[in-house]
C-alpha cells in the first residue's frame, strides 16, 4: 500500500527525527511514499515565518524532501469529492478536525493510501488507514 505523510510527519523529518526519516527509507524501498500539496504549502507558509538567514534554508530542506518522494498530489476534483463528504460526516457528527487536514485525509482516502501522521485529531475519520511512525 502506498503512503501519504501529513505535514506534522514531514516536519519530524525536517527536525532530524532519525526513526521517522530510517520509515520513510524502509517504506519507500518497497511502496511509494507521497506528500500532497496542502502539505507542502504548509511547510513553506512555516518557512517563510522564520527569520531571513534560516528561511531560505528551510525552503531547500522542504524542497530535497519532497523530491526524495514518489510525487506531490494535486488536489483532483475526486480529493475534492472526498472532502466534502469528509467535511459533512465530521461536522454533522460535530468532530471537525483542521480543514488543511481534511484535505490532506481526502488526499490519502480518495487514492487509497495509508496516512502516516502522529495528530489524534485524524481518528474521528471513518475508514481511514492510518500508520504512526513516531511509534515503535
Known amino acids: 500500500m502506498a503512503y501519504l505523510l501529513d505535514t506534522s510527519t514531514l516536519s519530524f523529518i525536517l527536525n532530524g527525527n532519525r526513526t521517522v526519516y530510517q520509515r520513510m527509507r524502509t517504506a519507500g524501498a518497497t511502496e511509494p511514499v507521497y506528500s ?29 524532501l519532497l523530491a526524495d518522494l514518489a510525487a506531490v498530489l494535486p488536489v483532483t476534483r475526486e480529493v475534492a469529492l472526498s472532502y466534502a463528504r469528509l467535511m459533512r460526516d465530521l461536522a454533522s457528527r460535530g468532530q471537525m478536525i483542521g480543514v488543511n487536514d481534511i484535505w490532506i485525509a481526502a488526499t490519502a482516502m480518495s487514492a487509497g493510501m495509508t496516512l502516516v501522521t502522529s495528530d489524534s485529531g485524524f481518528r474521528r475519520i471513518e475508514g481511514i488507514s492510518l500508520e504512526d511512525w513516531l511509534q515503535p
Open 36 to 64: 500532497s500539496a496542502i502539505s507542502e504549502g504548509e511547510l513553506v507558509f512555516g518557512a517563510l515565518g522564520a527569520g531571513k538567514e534560516r528561511r531560505g534554508e528551510l525552503r531547500d530542506e522542504i524542497s530535497q
